[in-house]
């Protein structure tokens, strides 16, 4: 994994423990990051070398986590706003495909597959400008 994949705020492992880290601070060669458990309790700071530094896999929890909808028994929706909407869509790994309506009716647009989780962060944040959380930490409005 490489520093430039990712921005403040996404979320990494460590390759020493089990544990997820919530990036802070990225320099070249080291990512600084806080320490959040499963329990959304927020840690010391810990300093980490890029080598040791893992992209968490993105899977159907982490999607429900993040206010994603299984609504069709296949594929994975976020409501963004009334008109405009993210579909993952499994299969090696997830297809995004952007839903947006305009005055003649929905346009769709596909894009490469992404597989991690700061992937889907990096894209959310250039959809919206803004962060993607887990929706218990009381983020992502659903439009239906």
């Known amino acids: 994994m490489k520093a430039t994949e990712l921005r403040l705020g996404n979320l ?4 020493e423990d089990d544990s997820i880290y919530k990036v802070t601070k990225i320099n070249e060669d080291t990512i600084e ?8 309790w927020i840690g010391e700071q810990h300093f980490h070398l890029i080598e040791q530094v893992l992209p968490i896999k993105l ?3 982490w999607l429900l986590k993040f206010g994603f909808e299984d609504v069709t028994g296949v594929d994975y929706i976020l409501h963004i706003d009334v008109d405009f909407k993210l579909i993952l869509i499994p299969a090696d790994a997830f ?8 005055d003649i009716g929905w ?19 250039a959809l919206t400008g803004e ?3 887990q929706v218990s930490e009381g983020k992502n409005k659903n439009f239906v």
């Open 59 to 61: 899977t159907e929890e």
């Open 33 to 40: 990051g806080i320490c959040i458990n499963n329990m959304g």
């Open 131 to 133: 962060e993607l959380t």
């Open 95 to 102: 297809y995004p495909q952007i839903d947006k309506a305009d």
């Open 12 to 15: 990494f492992a460590n390759i």
């Open 107 to 125: 346009s769709s647009i596909s894009l490469n597959k992404i597989e991690y989780i700061h992937q889907l962060q990096n894209l959310y944040f």
